[in-house]
């Protein structure tokens, strides 16, 4: 079954878009953005998004449209002024969502229009952010991405063990946003019961340079229990994505009861395509399709079963429940909290770093020591990683920075030639399931 990534995340695209389409062990990054944007800068951009749309875009008929004006756009001198990354990114986002009207499509130009600080994402493990008991036996998790299932599965079993005794949960998914469906159907297989796999969405992927299209189908997956008390998932207007499908398989599973508001309304699966040096794009390459309705909420959203605001949708929920609330926040009303994302370097992920530092550079990973799909990326980029760490000399000093957003540790590694921010996981048996690196600037 092929990984598939739904686009946008609050936290997941941050770690590395490599790490969250396949747990890639990069060996380069992206060159930096430019400081501005020469004519042809712009035009060879145009040229590359315009040319992923027609042959990439799930629906060929808007990638045409949407190649089309953008093309027209840059004949007319809509461009022209734009010499900022972040501003010619922003304008290009809008023209194609002016035709697609696709939340996922988005031109990243190195960071937000006229250089503002991005929020950071909330800390979290793989998207899980904390786990709580609230009063009468109530259970609660709250998650703002679905990650890469390396990542999210470990923490969403944390906080279910914790909370397995209660007699109701509420998954908090205001905040949700993207990830990958592996992980979906993982966290919609803790609601459901028995032993015969149940189909839950497939994804319908164009072929690129056609149109026509092969589908990838998705089924619930064995997981530590079954949890079968009431199940109340929280929406927002913020829901996306991923989010969404998670709400959206329950609901149409009759298996969960959603209360807050309708979400956003991003049902397509996306991946990111180059358009040049600091330029890059999320394009929908594919769409869902659910097994019970046959459809998505693409531009609809998912209706909640009891409509409430974001902010009163806690309060709400624990009022069905039988409870009498004084307050609308989480804080308010957590008894215990069970889950908090890890903040302590994991046990092995130095010598890890130290290890695969190494081995790359003798073109010799112990492969015996990767995850598979980890593997077979290190396979693939053997000569190349090769040549970075032959170029980056013998290894003199390793310092843990921080266990990072999204649940992996972060640690820079000087070398006698360079320095590199390793950003890296093990799994429960202790190999590498997820890696990356990042060429640092020389400095202190």
């Known amino acids: 079954m092929t990984t598939v990534a739904f686009g946008r995340s609050v936290g997941v695209v941050s770690l590395a878009i490599a790490c969250l389409l396949g747990s890639v062990l990069a060996s380069a990054q992206p060159a930096p953005p430019p400081t501005t944007l020469n004519a042809e800068a712009r035009r060879a951009a145009i040229e590359s998004a315009a040319a992923a749309f027609r042959n990439r875009y799930v629906s060929p008929e808007l990638g045409e449209r949407a190649a089309a004006a953008i093309e027209g756009a840059l004949t ?17 986002t809008a023209d194609l969502r002016a035709v697609t009207a696709d939340q996922h499509v988005e031109v990243f130009g190195g960071g937000p229009p006229g250089g503002a600080a991005a929020a950071p994402p909330p800390r979290s493990e793989g998207g899980v952010t904390r786990a709580d008991r609230l009063a009468g036996n109530i259970g609660y ?6 990650g890469p299932p390396a990542l999210f599965n470990p923490a969403l079993d944390k906080a279910m063990a914790a909370l397995k005794d209660t007699g109701a949960l509420i998954i908090d998914a205001r905040g949700a946003q993207g990830g990958t469906i592996p992980s979906v159907s993982y966290l919609d297989s803790y609601f459901l019961s028995g032993d015969t796999p149940v189909h839950l969405s497939s994804i319908v992927a164009r072929n690129p340079g056609t149109e026509t299209f092969r589908t990838d189908q998705f089924y619930s997956v064995e997981t530590p229990f079954s949890y079968d008390k009431p199940v109340y998932i929280l929406t927002s207007q913020r829901t996306l994505s991923a989010g969404e499908s998670f709400a959206y398989n329950l609901q149409a599973l009759k298996r969960a009861t959603l209360v807050g508001e309708t979400t956003s309304g991003a049902a397509n699966a996306a991946g990111m395509v180059p358009l040049g040096p600091g330029l890059a794009m999320m394009l929908s390459g594919a769409r869902t399709e659910n097994a019970i309705t046959r459809t998505n909420w693409e531009g609809v959203g998912v209706k909640p079963d009891v409509a409430a605001s974001s902010d009163e949708a806690l309060k709400v929920t624990l009022e069905r ?12 009303l957590s008894e215990t909290r069970v889950f908090a994302p890890r903040s302590t370097p994991q046990p092995g992920a130095e010598a890890a770093v130290r290890r695969m530092s190494d081995e790359n550079a003798r073109g010799e990973p112990n492969y015996e020591l990767l995850a598979p799909e980890l593997g077979q990326a290190a396979r693939n980029q053997l000569e190349g990683l090769k040549r970075l760490f032959t170029e980056l000399g013998p290894l003199t000093s390793v310092k843990f920075l921080e266990v990072g957003p999204q649940g992996a540790d972060s640690y820079e590694a000087q070398y006698a030639n360079g320095k590199v921010q390793w950003t890296i996981l093990l799994g429960p048996d202790g190999k590498t399931v997820m890696a990356g690196v990042r060429r640092l600037p020389p400095g202190p």
């Open 76 to 92: 007319n001198g809509d461009y022209d002024s734009l010499t900022e990354p972040q501003a010619f990114a922003a304008k290009l």
């Open 141 to 146: 998790i709250e998650i703002v991405a679905l």
């Open 321 to 332: 429940l039988g409870r009498a609330p004084t307050a609308s926040s989480i804080d308010a």
